[in-house]
Nanobody
Framework: QVQLVESGGGLVQAGGSLRLSCAAS????????VGWFRQTPGNEREFVAA????????WYAGSVKGRFTISRDHAKNAAYLQMNSLRPEDTAVYTC????????????????WGQGTQVTVSS
């Protein structure tokens, strides 16, 4: 239905910033809420942030609230995750997905996923 491609990951020192992009193909992207998740080896996919279809409301995991900002741009058919004050524990593969629910805090409620982008935060 919707193809998603994440980008913007990389290696950054603690306290630094990264901006992740979620580029979507297909006009139906605007009909869904968007969520960012992250996953480390041996762990379940962890909710990070979500944004409504209109972009008027957002929801954040407590571990990132105040540091990360999720946004979207319908004209560009994309969603973003601005990550500031990064910590080593933020290291993970970050993926974006689409959902018909908001807030959807479980990965099972998302339908389309990107392949993910690696974020590594060094001490």
């Amino acid at each position: 239905q919707v193809q998603l491609v994440e980008s913007g990951g990389g290696l950054v020192q603690a306290g630094g910033s990264l901006r992740l992009s979620c580029a979507a193909s297909g006009r139906t992207f605007s009909n869904y809420s968007v969520g960012w998740f992250r996953q480390t080896p041996g762990n379940e996919r962890e909710f990070v942030a979500a944004i409504t279809r209109s972009g008027s409301n957002t929801w954040y995991a407590g571990s990132v609230k105040g540091r990360f900002t999720i946004s979207r741009d319908h004209a560009k058919n994309a969603a973003y995750l601005q990550m500031n004050s990064l910590r080593p524990e933020d290291t993970a593969v970050y993926t974006c997905g689409t959902s018909t629910f908001f807030p959807a805090l479980l990965s099972r409620f998302y339908y389309d996923w990107g392949q993910g982008t690696q974020v590594t935060v060094s001490s």
